[in-house]
Structures are given as C-alpha cells and as structure tokens.
C-alpha cells in the first residue's frame, strides 16, 4: 500500500465528561467537569489523521448544535466527515470518566442508550462513495455491543469491506456493562456470539491483555490481569489459537499492560504474523522484551486506541510495514499517549520515531 492509502473507520462518537485531574464525581459535583469528544474508531481516525493518513471517519449524530461542535472538532483535526449522518432523533452518546490515582482505580461511566448511532440502519450509509478508493476498513467491539441495529451495521460492514477487496481490522475491546440488548443471554455469550461472526471477516486483530479471554474463552497461562502480572511469552499460543479458529486473520496484535497502580504501568505489546508463524514484541533490547515504565500517567484512556492507529499506520506504510517496525512504531505511539490528557493521541510521526530511538527522557526541545 501507499502512503496516500485511505483509511475508513466506522462507530460511535461520544462526548466524554470528566473532572479536572484525578477528581472523583462525589467531590466536584456539583461543579465544573470537562467535555471532549471521545470513542474508541473516532480516535483511531483522529490519530491517524495527525500521523498524517488519509482518513474518514463514518458515524451518526444528531442534528443540534452538540452534533454539529462534534464534526467541527473532527474536521478540524484532519479526519474527513463528509458522509457522517446528521439525525433528527437520539441523541449524542455520554461517557463519565474519573481518572484513578495511586492505588485507587479509574472508573468510567456509561450513558449511550438510544443515542443516534444505535438507531441508524447499515443501509442509511452511502457506503458506496465511503469505500470508494478505500483500502482498510477498522472496526472494534465496542460499537455492535450498543444495540442490535448498530451490531448489525458493523457486521454488514465488514462484510462488504472485504467484499471491496480491503483489508479489515477488528479491536475487540469488550465492555461488559454494553452488551445488554439481548435479555436472553449473558453479556459475555452475547459478545461472543456477534464477535465470533464479525470476525470470520477480519484480517487484522487487536486486543488487549483480557479481550480473548473474555470474548473467545482463550486464556493465557500464569497471568492475573487484576494483579498485573503477566507471563507475555503465553500471548503467542493465545494468537495461534485464534489463527487456527479464524484462518482469515493473519495478524494478531496484543497490548500487554501490568498495571502496578493507577498511576504506574508496565506497557508493550506482541504480534504474531500467521503466514511466518513469527512473533514479536515491542519495545526491546537485543531481543529481549522491555516494556515501557510509565510511572506518571496522565490519562490511560485511548491508549489502546492509539496502539491501533499507531499499528494501522505502520502497516499501510512501505518502509514501516514490517511486523518488528511496524509494532514498534505502534507501541511507542501508544505509550506516547499516556502522556497527553483525552482519548485522542495528538503525538505526531516526529514524536514516535523520537521515542522509538530512545528520546524518552522529557528533556525540554529548544
């Protein structure tokens, strides 16, 4: 692929809600809190964008004056909105975060029941002129667990992106509080079942630490999640395991956090290539694996998002497109994003190659 390859990404957009600093809801409200825009596709575009991809952003929102600072915000940004869908009905989706500190967890709070993107059709898109030209298509979990229309959309869409010839991306970023719009089953069985389906369609995986094990059963061995221990060498016989359910993916990609506290991680990443049956891991040192110390978050939300776009980014880019290179650059975009306060990573392509060539002591640029 070249590197004027456009970029398609399709989901929810929201508005995020937070107070300033590491402030808990019970003490600032009543009070000020800060509105972004956030979610999890818009983010990727968003960063990408900055990386310097051609990127369109494809979603729903309502017809007010909020729908319309969203798309203002985006189009400011670089990403392309021209077949964005302004709706007469729902509503703008919310999300309330409280950043964590210390030993106390970060927390975030849903509210995106019957918000405009979970109303709207696959059929209501123009989907068409979106991938006309279009090479990759990047979805996640997140948008199918809102509803059944918006799970159906996502599902639609991948099938034609392939259709289309592009390659398609998945992160699978289960969220166990959404997935209730089918009362008859669980929200893991729910997850799974709309997952496994959207993924029969995907060449490119993405997941954290959790996902496959929440999602598809597959567990990785000596790992405690909760505790932040992680025994990584495990990730490539997790990524195997789902190659040999899903032969149509050929990469698998796998952020690996040890979270010491809310404020302290240990951040890297693997992936496996399938056509090399190779596996990787970023950053490292004389091929050994050496995460990234991150002992001052500032906002861990995105992160993930950042790796994806950061990975998607590499991938379309002839000099980067290496497996190795292209998780380094991914990793290093990623943990670049803890620094900066908001989902979107607004590091630039000069700020990751620094980081990936060790410049990462935060001495001051004259």
């Given at each position: 692929?070249?590197?004027?390859?456009?970029?398609?990404?399709?989901?929810?957009?929201?508005?995020?809600?937070?107070?300033?600093?590491?402030?808990?809801?019970?003490?600032?409200?009543?009070?000020?809190?800060?509105?972004?825009?956030?979610?999890?596709?818009?983010?990727?575009?968003?960063?990408?964008?900055?990386?310097?991809?051609?990127?369109?952003?494809?979603?729903s929102v309502p017809e007010n004056d909020i729908g319309e600072a969203c798309l203002a915000n985006l189009k400011g940004l670089g990403v392309d909105t021209e077949h964005m869908l302004r709706k007469g009905f729902g509503r703008l989706?919310?999300?309330?975060?409280?950043?964590?500190?210390?030993?106390?967890?970060?927390?975030?709070?849903?509210?995106?029941?019957?918000?405009?993107?979970?109303?709207?059709?696959?059929?209501?898109?123009?989907?068409?002129?979106?991938?006309?030209?279009?090479?990759?298509?990047?979805?996640?979990?997140?948008?199918?667990?809102?509803?059944?229309?918006?799970?159906?959309?996502?599902?639609?869409?991948?099938?034609?992106?392939?259709?289309?010839?592009?390659?398609?991306?998945?992160?699978?970023?289960?969220?166990?509080?959404?997935?209730?719009?089918?009362?008859?089953?669980?929200?893991?069985?729910?997850?799974?079942?709309?997952?496994?389906?959207?993924?029969?369609?995907?060449?490119?995986?993405?997941?954290?630490?959790?996902?496959?094990?929440?999602?598809?059963?597959?567990?990785?061995?000596?790992?405690?999640?909760?505790k932040g221990k992680l025994d990584v060498e495990k990730y490539k016989e997790v990524a195997k395991k789902i190659v040999e359910q899903f032969p149509n993916i050929s990469i698998v990609a796998t952020t690996l956090r040890e979270s010491i506290s809310a404020n302290h991680n240990n951040w890297g990443a693997m992936l496996y290539d399938a056509d090399t049956d190779g596996s990787y891991f970023a950053p490292s040192s004389d091929g050994v694996y050496q995460p990234y110390v991150i002992?001052?978050?500032?906002?861990?939300?995105?992160?993930?998002?950042?790796?994806?776009?950061g990975l998607i980014y590499a991938m379309t880019d002839e000099d980067m497109k290496h497996p190795k290179k292209a998780l380094s650059f991914a990793t290093a975009a990623s943990c670049l994003a803890h620094s900066i306060q908001g989902d979107f990573n607004y590091s630039s392509k000069h700020d990751v190659e620094m980081l990936m060539q060790g410049y990462g002591s935060g001495r001051i640029i004259r």
């Open positions: 692929m070249d590197k004027d390859v456009k970029i398609v990404t399709f989901g929810e957009i929201m508005g995020r809600l937070a107070p300033e600093g590491s402030g808990m809801f019970r003490q600032t409200l009543p009070g000020q809190v800060k509105m972004t825009f956030a979610g999890a596709e818009a983010n990727v575009a968003v960063s990408l964008a900055i990386l310097g991809r051609k990127v369109e952003f494809v979603s989706g919310l999300f309330y975060t409280q950043a964590g500190a210390n030993q106390r967890p970060s927390r975030v709070i849903y509210d995106r029941e019957n918000s405009t993107f979970s109303q709207v059709e696959f059929e209501d898109y123009d989907w068409g002129n979106i991938f006309n030209g279009a090479k990759w298509l990047h979805v996640t979990g997140i948008s199918p667990a809102l509803s059944k229309v918006a799970a159906v959309a996502v599902g639609k869409a991948v099938e034609k992106a392939k259709k289309c010839g592009m390659v398609v991306s998945c992160d699978l970023n289960y969220r166990k509080n959404l997935w209730r719009w089918d009362e008859s089953k669980k929200p893991r069985q729910l997850a799974e079942e709309v997952m496994r389906e959207i993924l029969s369609n995907v060449d490119v995986l993405l997941a954290n630490e959790e996902d496959t094990s929440d999602v598809l059963g597959i567990h990785p061995e000596n790992t405690d999640v909760m002992t001052d978050i500032v906002d861990r939300v995105g992160g993930g998002d950042a790796f994806a776009a």
